[in-house]
């Protein structure tokens, strides 16, 4: 997902208690740093600030950030000379979505698992009668033109 020009995620939605991968192909990385840190934190007052190395790749530097509990995910870009990126001043800043727990099944909950069975069997089937569909197309019409060879094995 492109959130802003030259930015990142591996995922569709930011989600509390996950992780997420960010690359980074901005200001820095076409300047040829050595070296890029994200500077991020959490919510309007930045709780959790943090700074990690990221990893140069020829995507871009990448790292892998824990989004935690709250509303905003804060964060700016800075190279090994204390150069910034932080979108004139603006930071980047991207809403956090919260997790929803009635997805989740629990090993306790035997019976939240009898419809993923129920899906995936039904899931074989409808793989085989498409299979047997499509042999029948195939081969229906050369039985009945006798253009049938069986390869022969010695």
């Known amino acids: 997902m492109e959130l802003t020009k030259n930015i990142f995620f591996n995922t569709d939605k930011l989600i509390e208690n996950t992780t997420v991968k960010i690359s980074y192909t901005g200001k820095l990385f076409q300047e040829n740093a050595e070296k890029v ?3 991020y934190g959490f919510g309007l007052q930045w709780d959790d600030l943090n700074e990690i ?7 871009g530097f990448q790292a892998e950030v824990v989004l935690t509990s709250f509303d905003t995910f804060n964060f700016c870009f ?24 009635s997805l989740v099944a629990t090993s306790n909950e035997e019976s939240s698992l009898l419809p993923s069975k129920r899906l995936r069997r039904s899931y074989i089937w409808n793989k085989k009668i498409r299979l047997a569909v499509y042999k029948i197309i195939t081969y229906l019409p050369k039985i009945i033109s006798g253009n049938y060879k069986r390869k022969v094995t010695e």
């Open 37 to 39: 840190f994200i500077h």
């Open 53 to 59: 190395e990221m990893e140069k790749t020829e995507l």
């Open 78 to 101: 800075k190279d090994g000379n204390n150069v910034w990126d932080n979108n004139e001043n603006k930071n980047y800043v991207f809403p956090i979505e919260k997790s929803i727990v």
